[in-house]
């Protein structure tokens, strides 16, 4: 079993920035893909980026492709999720998630969940 916290959602204008973190607990981190969704009021969860176990490949949805770096670190037992440009598009639950399988976009492929954090961007 792997218990997934997240952190660091907020309010924030436009153009701003926030990191979010997803810190694990109950099973080895470092073995895991690790995953960010978002879900939209009335929408379905979207995926937004992933990283391998050891951090060495990541891929990205195109809507956030060189504004969110995602990272990892494995000492830690925590992912991030660096959130810069932000857009009133990107407002959204966000949640992190975890498998020990291959790196997929599919939210039904992550087996661990956390509680998901607010992300409010305003215009």
């Known amino acids: 079993q792997v218990q997934l916290v997240e952190s660091g959602g907020g309010l924030v204008q436009a153009g701003g920035s926030l990191r979010l973190s997803c810190a694990a607990s109950?099973?080895?981190?470092?073995?895991?893909?690790m995953v960010w969704f978002r879900q939209a009021p009335g929408k379905e969860r979207a995926f937004v980026a992933n990283?391998?176990?050891?951090?060495?490949?990541?891929y990205y949805a195109d809507y956030v492709k060189g504004r969110f770096p995602i990272s990892r670190d494995n000492a830690k037992d925590t992912v991030y999720l660096k959130m810069n440009s932000l857009k009133p598009e990107d407002t959204a639950v966000y949640y992190c998630a975890a498998n020990r399988g291959a790196h997929t976009v599919v939210a039904g492929d992550y087996d661990y969940w956390g509680q998901g954090t607010q992300v409010t961007v305003s215009s």
């Open positions: 990283i391998g176990w050891y951090g060495g490949s990541t």
């Open positions: 109950g099973r080895t981190f470092r073995l895991y893909t």
